[in-house]
């Protein structure tokens, strides 16, 4: 069965420091990995999407992914406290066509 | 462009009650998903469509959960009759086809089961 892992957290940053934010996954097939944020009582957003191995940036948030070691990381830059919200990894494709979600990691940004 | 739609929004049951959601997808998006979200946790993935034929049905509770999408496009989820660990909010997401593709959303149901 494919797994995803994330810590819970709750991860505790300053106002206007990077975030980083990690998933581990099982399926070494998996073919494509999405970061979503859920605000409380909130449906799951679409935030970033990747493919590759390598990093993909749009404004403040950094994907970054390694196949090899089944690995895939969100980075947010001057992190804001509107960006305090739970982050939910999902990766999607391979052997098991089922998509995928860790139980997502709570992030809090105090001013 | 129209989001993907969900009602209700939110629904109170007791238990062995039966209840019924329903979910409009974004036009054009061929995939459907049902998942639950207990509190806490990530959306577990119920039951996934290509067009009205069941791609992945293997974590649904066949023996109380039912779903159907008869015309490719509007979806309703069932459940009967209700147990407290039922208690959740039930999402719908679409997508174009494949599980490659980027999910977008609907409001979710919440559902309390007492």
């Known amino acids: 069965q494919k797994e995803v892992e994330q810590n819970s957290g709750p991860l505790s940053v300053p106002e206007g420091a990077i975030a980083s934010l990690n998933c581990t996954y099982s399926?070494?097939?998996?073919?494509?990995f999405f970061w979503y944020r859920q605000y409380s009582g909130k449906s799951p957003e679409l935030i970033m999407s990747?493919?590759?191995?390598g990093d993909k940036e749009d404004g403040r948030f950094t994907a970054q992914l390694n196949k090899a070691s089944q690995y895939v990381s969100l980075l947010i830059r001057d992190s804001q406290p509107s960006d305090s919200a739970t982050y939910l990894c999902?990766?999607?494709?391979?052997?098991?066509?089922?998509?995928?979600f860790g139980r997502g990691t709570s992030l809090i940004v105090h001013p | 462009e129209a989001g993907v739609a969900q009602s209700p929004r939110y629904k109170i049951i007791e238990k062995r009650q039966s209840v019924a959601f329903w979910c409009n997808p974004i036009?054009?998006?061929?995939?459907l998903y049902w998942y639950q979200q207990i509190l806490g946790q990530g959306p577990k993935l119920l039951i996934q469509?290509?067009?009205?034929?069941?791609?992945?049905d293997s974590q649904l509770p066949k023996d109380r959960f039912s779903a159907e999408r008869l015309k490719g496009v509007d979806s309703t989820l069932k459940i009967q009759p209700a147990k407290l660990e039922d208690s959740a909010v039930y999402l719908c997401?679409?997508?174009?086809?494949?599980?490659?593709?980027?999910?977008?959303f609907g409001p979710g149901t919440r559902l309390t089961v007492l």
């Open positions: 997401a679409s997508s174009f086809p494949g599980t490659s593709s980027e999910q977008f």
């Open positions: 399926d070494r097939g998996s073919q494509s």
């Open positions: 990747i493919y590759s191995n």
């Open positions: 999902a990766v999607g494709g391979g052997g098991s066509y089922i998509p995928t």
């Open positions: 036009s054009g998006h061929a995939t």
């Open positions: 469509f290509q067009n009205n034929g069941v791609v992945d």
